[in-house]
């Protein structure tokens, strides 16, 4: 008997026929659950039957989150085309737009798992000079099997890797309007979107359900908004207590995660962007900044420094 541990388990993307190893750090996870639905069993002539009887037929979406530091090098990089970028696709003369999807492996010590049809529902990055840069993803599938034993042959062109892995500090600049941006603790941005899962049950399939391998799965999804937004934590100075309860709906806003060399590693720009400020007590007195982005252009072409 083996047992299977997480610090062992390896991460594969595969998306358009290409495979890329991810590099995560112990926080992994994915499950996915099945719906039950409950009916009642008492009746009129038996009244002692007083727990419910029970129904299933459907699977939730698969869920899955893990944690990539991100690297000089930027192997990880098609992490980043899946959190922003979005496809055009037409039905019945209907334009939309939809998120990448792609399909996950996770490679254990005695099994490898495959989350079918995945996409990034949230992307948050961490700007604090005291810890790694790095982007904490969380998605969803359609479909969690398991596909073989460790020594399953993943499918895909396998992309090259750099031989080496440089972790990075960065520290965030900021800019917003003509505000005085000094002093920043830290800065976290996210990047949500909020999908919706259509209805994919029929009657006659429910019917058919005898166990997990013929269950009703989810198969299409719909995109009802994207938001980006954060909060920028500054301490209070002379120089800035003046914004403490400032607020604005129409600013520029510019945030860059800067590396030792005070070179560019990673900016964004959100134009208009609103925001509220706000005044926190403690031993140091700080504001916050939390804004949200107003702006509907492509959020990749937004992304001015990475690739």
Request: with cysteine.
């Amino acid at each position: 008997m083996s047992h299977s541990f997480l610090k062992e388990s390896k991460l594969y993307i595969v998306y358009g026929g290409n495979k890329y190893r991810i590099y995560t750090n112990a926080a992994l996870s994915f499950s996915q659950t099945f719906a039950e639905d409950s009916y009642p069993v008492k009746t009129l002539h038996d009244q002692s039957k007083m727990f419910q009887g029970s129904t299933i037929t459907k699977a939730n979406p698969a869920e899955f989150s893990f944690e990539v530091p991100l690297t000089e090098e930027k192997d990880e990089s098609i992490v980043m085309d899946l959190i922003t970028d979005l496809v055009a696709t037409s039905e019945s003369n209907i334009e939309a737009q939809q998120l990448k999807s792609f399909d996950i492996y996770v490679q254990t010590g005695s099994s490898t798992f495959k989350i079918e049809n995945c996409v990034i529902t949230t992307g948050n990055f961490s700007f604090n000079p005291r810890e790694q840069f790095k982007v904490v993803i969380q998605g969803q599938g359609t479909k969690l099997t398991r596909a073989g034993n460790e020594s399953y042959s993943i499918p895909g062109s396998t992309q090259s890797e750099s031989s080496t892995r440089t972790p990075l500090l960065t520290y965030p600049v900021v800019t917003v309007d003509s505000l005085n941006m000094n002093s920043i603790i830290g800065v976290n941005l996210q990047i949500q979107n909020d999908v919706e899962w259509l209805a994919f049950e029929t009657l006659q399939d429910s019917l058919l359900v005898t166990n997990s391998s013929n269950a009703m799965f989810p198969s299409a999804y719909m995109i009802s908004s994207r938001v980006v937004s954060g909060a920028i934590q500054q301490y209070q100075t002379d120089n800035n207590i003046t914004q403490f309860d400032d607020f604005s709906t129409n600013s520029n806003l510019s945030i860059t995660a800067k590396k030792s060399s005070n070179t560019d590693f990673w900016k964004i720009n959100l134009n208009p962007v609103m925001y509220t400020a706000r005044v926190e007590t403690s031993e140091i007195y700080t504001q916050s900044y939390d804004f949200r982005s107003l702006d509907n252009t492509a959020l990749a072409t937004r992304i001015t420094t990475y690739s």
